[in-house]
């Protein structure tokens, strides 16, 4: 399962949906857009990511056939609500980052480093995320 590490302008929640759709696996890879491709594209232009933050996002989480839940800034809680959405705040403001696994005080996630998964301790997490927000986890939509 590859995850994408990567953006090109401000879709770091878009990124978080994919990758969350790959955990899940609620959608082939091929329903993915590649990116940089036109399909990419015109997704993040229609959820208005290119210039500015991502604030249309519902489409196309529910097209990959993902539920987007409010969770609560616990460990005991996320291991048990995988894959889990953070935003947590570094250089340049709030971002979107997804937890995929924990292992004893520590979250690996999604584009947080470029090109790569990172562990980062629990504590730093929760010091970096935005104090207004719990977090979400996501689950398949049955529909």
């Not at 929760?126 to 996501?138: A, D, I, T, V």
Request: glycine share 6%.
């Amino acid at each position: 399962m590859k995850y994408q590490n990567n953006q090109l302008y401000s879709e770091c929640q878009l990124v978080s949906i994919w990758n969350a759709a790959r955990f899940l696996e609620t959608t082939s890879e091929i329903n993915i857009p590649q990116m940089g491709s036109d399909k990419y594209l015109q997704i993040l232009d229609s959820c208005r990511c290119i210039y500015g933050g991502c604030i249309v996002s519902d489409y196309e989480r529910e097209r990959v056939g993902l539920k987007r839940i409010k969770g609560k800034m616990d460990l005991n809680f996320i291991i048990n609500n995988l894959p889990y959405e953070f935003t947590l705040h570094c250089h340049r403001g709030y971002h979107s980052v997804l937890g995929i696994k924990v292992k004893d005080n520590k979250i690996l996630l999604t584009n947080y480093a470029i090109g790569r998964l990172y562990w980062l301790n629990w504590e730093t997490v929760k010091e970096k995320q935005n104090k207004h927000l719990e977090g979400f986890y996501f689950i398949k939509d049955n529909y």
